[in-house]
């Protein structure tokens, strides 16, 4: 072990690159343990962008970005929950300084141990007890599950699986057309190499999902996903990623919680370095109505893969549906911060900033969104719910009369409706909802939602979500 130093509840072993909280290690990206590495080498000196620029990337240019991103991630993973500059401070236009005191930790004395460390015979304990068969295609996993990752891609096959990851984590239509050419280009370099594979049947999931009917009708894109899942699994029977997909499949498509945790669970146990494992399994608890457990699960994703917008979206749905509503904001904030463009954080940040009582806030994060104008009766209702919970009289009042069809969020329009006095027509509005199977799945997430909060009390609102 090499220097440690200290600042708490953090210790950096600056020759390792290995940061700790409180004894546990905090898992960071290569290039953010150098970054902060470089910053340690002098405690509260000035280190100049370009000279972090030419250690972090010696190969040539790079975009400031990059640099960008890097001190981000430093600050959330030492602040979660704030800015992070009581750790890293900007000088403007110069460069970054550490600014937290420092300590030097004095090594203790190396401890004598006989036969395996406790952490180890935990791991290899869980892992021998990890027994279940996933009912989906015949695929079965027995003991001693756990493995160590996959040997690394390599030279053009390794790039093009790391921008079509990058695609796909971006979940719209043009990037997931983008990232199957980048998996289907894996698949051609390293056909023996589930990777490939595994990527295109998570970008077919996500085509089935989210309805993007110009790549495949949802009937498609889904089996299409399940067929590349079990290539992967045909070539690594513990891949994760492919397990991953399949539990993707059992959430979305066949609207089964129990099973598609029951694979997640096991895609974890495969592979716990995974990002996208912890994403549907804190979604699935969200759907079970568990909100700390969704926060703990999204937690863990947003800490795999710090960059991934939608994992941060759903982490600080988990934190406003489970009525951590400063954090929330947080969450909300931090994504806006990679992603300005994010309606959906723009969305739930606006909600958070309700609940806190600060509707001006509200107000103002609101007009930053610009919707498609078939969204617009939409805006509407959540601008007139401000108002409302407000005290004020909205300047516009959407058409409230329950219906099918049309682009209305059915839950805003049913807390509007309680909001305004309108009981049964918010009861009207969420029988509505419940016709669509996915929204059905769903329903335990309205039993948390704040906004309809007054209609716990009614036994017809009860009956729907039970």
Request: net charge positive.
């Amino acid at each position: 072990m090499g220097v440690r130093l200290s600042f708490p509840p953090f210790t950096f072993d600056r020759d390792e690159r290995v940061l700790r909280r409180e004894g546990a290690s905090v898992p960071l990206a290569p290039k953010v343990a150098e970054a902060l590495g470089l910053l340690l080498a002098e405690p509260g000196a000035l280190v100049e962008k370009n000279a972090l620029r030419d250690a972090l990337w010696p190969e040539g240019f790079v975009e400031d970005g990059n640099l960008t991103q890097t001190i981000y991630l430093i600050r959330r993973v030492l602040d979660p929950d704030g800015d992070g500059r009581a750790f890293v401070e900007t000088i403007p236009r110069r460069g970054y300084r550490f600014v937290a005191p420092v300590g030097v930790v004095q090594p203790a004395p190396a401890a004598r141990q006989s036969g395996l460390s406790r952490g180890a015979f935990a791991l290899r304990a869980a892992a021998a007890a990890v027994a279940i068969t996933v009912l989906s295609g015949g695929v079965s996993i027995g003991r001693n599950t756990a493995s160590s990752p996959p040997a690394e891609l390599t030279g053009e096959a390794g790039r093009a699986y790391t921008v079509g990851r990058y695609n796909w984590n971006r979940r719209n239509e043009s990037a997931v057309r983008t990232a199957m050419a980048n998996f289907t280009r894996v698949i051609a370099l390293a056909p023996n190499d589930a990777r490939g594979y595994a990527g295109l049947a998570d970008a077919y999931v996500t085509v089935g999902d989210w309805d993007y009917t110009r790549i495949a009708p949802r009937k498609v894109a889904f089996r299409k996903a399940e067929e590349y899942a079990h290539e992967a699994l045909r070539r690594d029977p513990r891949s994760g990623e492919a397990m991953t997909s399949l539990g993707w499949i059992a959430l979305d498509r066949d609207y089964d919680l129990e099973r598609s945790e029951r694979i997640l669970r096991t895609a974890i146990a495969l592979r716990p370095d995974q990002a996208p494992a912890y994403e549907f399994l804190g979604v699935a608890r969200l759907y079970h109505g568990d909100a700390e457990g969704a926060r703990a699960s999204l937690r863990r994703a947003t800490e795999l893969d710090p960059l991934s917008p939608i994992d941060l979206v759903w982490y600080g749905k988990a934190l406003y549906y489970g009525h951590h509503f400063a954090e929330a904001r947080v969450a909300f904030r931090q994504l806006l911060e990679l992603d300005a463009a994010n309606k959906d954080a723009r969305i739930m940040l606006a909600l958070s900033e309700v609940e806190l009582g600060h509707p001006e806030q509200a107000r103002q994060t609101l007009a930053s969104v610009h919707l498609p104008a078939y969204k617009r009766s939409y805006m509407a209702m959540l601008s007139a719910l401000v108002d409302v919970r407000d005290g004020r009289t909205p300047r516009q009042l959407p058409d409230l009369r329950p219906r099918d069809g049309g682009h209305i969020d059915t839950t805003t329009a049913s807390a509007l409706c309680m909001a305004l006095g309108r009981r049964d027509d918010a009861i009207a509005w969420l029988k509505i909802n419940m016709r669509d199977p996915k929204e059905h799945l769903s329903r335990k997430i309205l039993s948390l939602d704040p906004r309809l909060a007054p209609m716990r009390d009614d036994a017809r609102f009860r009956d729907l979500i039970s």
